[in-house]
């Protein structure tokens, strides 16, 4: 089945610095989504992306779907306390038997140090 | 707009015992919502894809007969944990797809003890 590879893991960075993270596919996706997951919450969708090099920004946030439909990265600039949390990338095919489905990376856990 | 809400948060339960979780969409009808599981530090685990008036889809390595999935209407789903054991605990997630993309329910700690 496909696979997402996310990384970092983990981070820790001074509060106002930038982040950036990225997901990497063996396979094609046709959707690629952020979420951010708050601790015993359920995943809170940031971004959502549907054409491959679609740039897309909310607020402080900024995700690109890779040229290839293999790839996507996420960008928070000038980062908060509240930042803090698990971020998620998700892979959605899209088409064929099971293409609603979502493929989740491992996640990013992002600690800011005020 | 596209609230899942799901309850109950957290459950405490005997081994042995039976466990039912809802999810619900609040404000559009859900056909198809999906059901996860998320161990501590891990990521979320697709369990079953559920359907509104037919079977669910279990994916590999879950446990039909375990894991009862019911999506009666378009508005709920529930998933119900039978002969819960220890290794059970986890974090359940459930999620419907909608207009806006895919939105999660806040998820229920079930405790086996």
């Known amino acids: 089945g496909q696979q997402l590879n996310q990384s970092p893991q983990s981070m820790f960075i001074q509060e106002g610095e930038d982040v950036s993270m990225n997901c990497t596919s063996s396979?094609?996706?046709?959707?690629w989504l952020w979420y951010k997951q708050d601790p015993g919450e359920g995943p809170v969708l940031l971004i959502a992306?549907?054409?491959?090099?679609e740039l897309t920004s909310n607020g402080r946030l900024t995700a690109q779907f890779g040229i290839t439909r293999k790839d996507s990265f996420l960008n928070i600039s000038a980062s908060i306390p509240s930042d803090v949390g698990i971020y998620f990338c998700?892979?959605?095919?899209?088409?064929?038997?099971?293409?609603?489905?979502?493929?989740f990376g491992k996640g990013t856990k992002l600690s800011v140090i005020p | 707009g596209a609230v899942v809400s799901q309850h109950p948060s957290w459950v405490i339960c005997k081994s042995g015992t039976s466990v039912k979780i809802e999810c619900r969409s609040l404000?559009?009808?859900?056909?198809?919502m999906f059901w996860y599981r998320q161990f501590p530090k891990q990521s979320l685990m697709l369990m079953a894809t559920?359907?509104?008036?037919?079977?669910?889809?279990?994916e590999q390595g879950v446990e039909k007969d375990k894991f009862l999935i019911n999506h009666a209407s378009l508005t709920l789903s529930t998933l119900t944990v039978t002969s819960a054991h220890p290794e059970d605990s986890s974090f359940y997630i459930c999620?419907?797809?909608?207009?806006?993309?895919?939105?999660f329910g806040s998820g229920t700690r079930l405790t086996v003890v």
């Open positions: 999620s419907a797809r909608t207009e806006f993309g895919y939105t």
């Open positions: 396979s094609i996706f046709n959707t």
């Open positions: 992306l549907y054409k491959a090099g």
């Open positions: 998700a892979g959605q095919l899209g088409s064929g038997a099971g293409s609603y489905q979502l493929t």
């Open positions: 404000d559009f009808q859900a056909t198809t």
């Open positions: 559920s359907n509104e008036g037919s079977k669910a889809t279990y």
